[in-house]
């Protein structure tokens, strides 16, 4: 990957990226690796971009889905191999923001399952419904609904 | 009152530790060991396979009557592992400590090495393996008589004006070397597509990376 284009390309929507990678790992070191997952893939797939859609809708669907397969490929891994580690309702994200309703708030997307994660994701980041739909591969309908009972649900962790 | 989760969003992110850019560093060097050692993985389970047909096959042999058969195979497959794992050895010997493109190309180099070996060997191996079934089928005893010798009778007695060579009819003898021409012809191409069938996504995984690295390296 060329630096002018992570400089040009990929620096400037860097905040999308970090975002949702954060809500999909545990520890740095997973977040870093799914951050670099993103930006080779991003990088690997920009002929693909046909301009439909914004570069920055793009990226957010580019790194959902990225961070879904990574996450796919762990969770494989895990049932493959014996573990004693702790499960995962136990773990603790080992990084912290200095704002810590941030951390809780963090906490909380990632007891969401997966996709649920993804939505109110692109919810806070104030995407319409109607992108949130295309990029998730929903209809709006049914995004409108899910996003309510998502809130109800993290309103409910954060105030355990 | 307690703030809205849009708000702990908005709020959270102006703070600037929260989104530092992790640098990329590091990625294609762990990727690049992670497709070597997937690789000697599945090389290694390929020849405890092979090993374990070379020994199940002769007792398996024995018991359908085909030890012309058994024992043939058993040798080869021997003789394959013993060639994969004389590459195995020299696949231990590249330098992890090198960079990840020269680490990456000297694999790249041994799996071109071992496919043009495989190749070669293929051009035998196949025709080798249909001489050993045809040796197993010929001798199978039915009923006290062997198979072979059973075919050639019939085959005399049907077309006695037959035309034979070393007492083998033409029309076996015509096929036979037909298929064996063939598989000799065709062998390195099945050798290539059988390593394909095993190694195929991994060996486009690596020629994608090393892709990768050479336009980095431009």
Known sequence: MSSDFYTTQILPYAAIIIKICRAYTDTQEDFEDYYQEVCLQIWRSKDNFKEQSAWSTWIYRLSLNVCLTFLKKKKNNKQNAPSDLLPDEVLVDSRAFSDESLNQLYDAIRKLSEIDRGVILLYLEEKSYQEIADIIGTNTNNIGVRITRIKERLKKILSN | ?218
């Open chain 2, 1 to 218: 009152m307690e703030k809205s989760i849009e708000r702990i969003w908005k709020e959270g992110f102006i703070k600037n530790d929260a989104l530092v850019a992790p640098k990329l560093n590091n990625l294609y060097n762990q990727k690049s060991i992670d497709i070597v050692e997937k690789f000697k993985r599945m090389y290694k389970l390929n020849r405890i396979g092979i090993v374990a047909f070379a020994i199940i096959i002769i007792p398996l042999s024995y018991i359908t009557g085909m030890i012309y058969m058994g024992i043939p195979m058993a040798l080869l497959f021997i003789a394959v592992t013993f060639v994969a794992q004389k590459f195995s050895n020299q696949l231990d010997t590249i330098d992890k400590n090198k960079s990840s493109y020269e680490y990456l190309s000297s694999f790249d180099k041994w799996v071109k090495d071992m496919i043009a070996v495989n190749s070669k060997l293929s051009t035998f191996m196949y025709p080798y393996i249909f001489m050993a079934m045809v040796l197993g089928f010929w001798f199978i005893e039915i009923e006290g008589k062997i198979l072979g010798n059973m075919l050639i009778n019939g085959i005399i007695t049907e077309f006695p004006t037959t035309y034979l060579v070393n007492g083998f009819p033409i029309f076996l003898l015509i096929p036979f070397f037909l298929v064996i021409g063939i598989l000799a012809f065709f062998g390195g191409r099945i050798g290539k597509w059988d390593i394909n069938i095993v190694y195929g996504g991994i060996l486009n995984k690596l020629k994608i990376l090393l892709s990768d690295m050479e336009e980095l390296r431009k």
